[in-house]
């Protein structure tokens, strides 16, 4: 449905004047968290002073690039009708990959880490297509699976960075963009990109929105979903490799209940959890529109022992008021 | 295999499971079949078992509740907070009612507003979660009377005629949760909102009810457990239900239980419960750290999950 909706809109010519008022206020009806995000911004900066520095700016950045990585990324999966819970134990993974190989050259630890994140994601993929398990439950397995192997490699130990230039290289910065925030930029408009304009990505929307009427429209529906999850993997695979890249350090605890934050961020950016409907763009302003919160929470000096209470309870607003301006969109379809 | 055969396959399947772990557990390790350590596994699985129950019901009517953990830990922290200032009786009904209230709320969120319920008990553990933070300053809150050998203490630490207390608990809530679900119209009333929700309200069922009632289940059973767990351990913090959660929901997956609503029972999710307890006490045993258990419950997680499908797949002729 929203695929439709969404090529309608593309081929509005966009010169006409009322058409691109008409394409921003969709974009912004769309993107609603967006303006949430301005709003807490502008809240904090008038409160104190400090926000709107460029060391305070640099340090939202970073913190947010971690949770933008693993959002972003799960939201694929999310628009095809699946969830992916391992992305936390994944990322504990592939920290710890970056870490323990960098003795055979940091290129190699690199490697070895996206690859560990792929093959993470390929087998949930293949586990859910071959199976027909609904994704919650094979993720819910190899969440604890996935952390389990890593403990079991590694052992219950922290590992600290044997190579100074991945650390180093993070430290690296243009005002208050590091390389990090700049390298995550990349791949999450390369996501962004794949999921709007790519065949891939049309077919995604299509298989969230009815997978059986794109399996009859002869779209190979097995192969988007594996290959949305395998976008996953590699996704938390650069997020574990930024973690470890940031701390210079790693271990197999790394990521824990991470999951819950990026399923927040997906739900509070506006994609269905039913699949069909969502973005990147939403998904992100989501994860800017939390740090910022946090952040600014922090600045006041609140006690960080209110913020999971301040958080939980946006998440449960956003969905009520969301419930409200969408209407009975779902009454039918739960 | 005959349909009828295959049909029935799902509903025993668990079980057989089980069955089979205990089997080659105890033939390969009869340490673990020992009557002390039997004990010692329906000790430790009285919480999950407990808290199992009432999430079975919320699974039934096709939603989820990811709150019981933090439940959990608010109503053992009121159990002992209470009992050391007011009374033993005093601090079970506290943590019952805190059971109940977050339950009733989960049950306001999903069924009245008719929120997405992963996320809306995902926000409700955060927040509870917080709460417990914020009101012990994320310290430990031990029992004044450690030593005393209360009536209170007798609930998960006592035996009668060599049986856990805790386990006759566990056989009594299963049997009335079981008698609700199977035989009342409430249970039916569940089962057929699960099945589907929109025949369901045809059929004049208030189905925003059906669902609510499973929520406040499945908060005063978490609120029950917490009793159940201050009385074990006399101390509690405000992370001690947490990943309790997945625990519970992976059992009743193991149950038979399917997510999308309309099937599972009680005892099946006590199976589940079992089987996860002993196949960890084995583990245990051959001295395997305790990042083993987690493979092995991902791998029979699966397996059992694939087993539903393939059954009830094969189970529907055309």
Redesign the interface.
Known sequence: MSAVERNETLTINPIHRGAIMGRSATWLKKNSIWAVALAMAIFFSLQTGFFLTSFNIANVLTQCVVVALLSVGLTPVVISGNIDLSVGATVGLTACLAVLLQPYGLTVALLAALAAGALCGLLNGL?VEK????S???T??????I???T??GIG?VSLSATDDRLNAFSMLALGPVSTVVAIAAVLIAAVGFILRYTIHGRNTFAIGGNRRAAVDAGIAASRHVVGNFVLCGLMAAACGIAMAANLGAASPTFGRDYE?LA??AV?LGGTR?QGGKGGVAGTLGAVVALTILRNGLNLLRV?P?????????V??AA??ID?KING?A???G? | MPVSLINAMPRYAPAGLLFTVILAISALMPQVAELQNVNQVLRQTAVPAILAIGVTFVVIT?KLDLSVGSILSCSALATIEVSNSVGTAPAIAAALAIGVAVGSLNGL?VAY????S???T??????I???A??HT??ANIVMNDLEAATWFSFLARGSVLGIPFPAIIVSLLAVVAGVLLHTTTFGRRVFAVGGN??ASAYSSIDTRKTVFLGYILSGGMAGLGGVVYASRVMTARHDSGVGLE?TV??AV?LGGAS??GGSGSVFRSLVGVMIIGVMQSALLMLGL?F?????A???I??VA??L??ISS?GGMPG
Request: overall charge positive; charged content about 10%; cysteine-free.
């Open positions: 586990i199976t027909g398990v609904s919650f439950i094979v819910l397995a190899t969440m604890s699976g952390r389990g192997l403990f079991m219950d819950l399923v927040t739900v959890l006690s022992f209110y913020i999971p209470i301040i958080v939980g309870a998440l449960i969905l009520i419930r009975n779902l009454r039918h739960e | 096709g969120l507003l008719g929120l997405n992963l996320i809306a995902l926000g409700m553990l955060s927040v979660q917080g709460i933070l914020v300053d994320g929700a929109v997945l929901l992976s997956i997510l999308t750290p990042y083993t258990q987690w493979i419950v991902a791998v997680l699966i999950a694939w539903n499908v797949k």
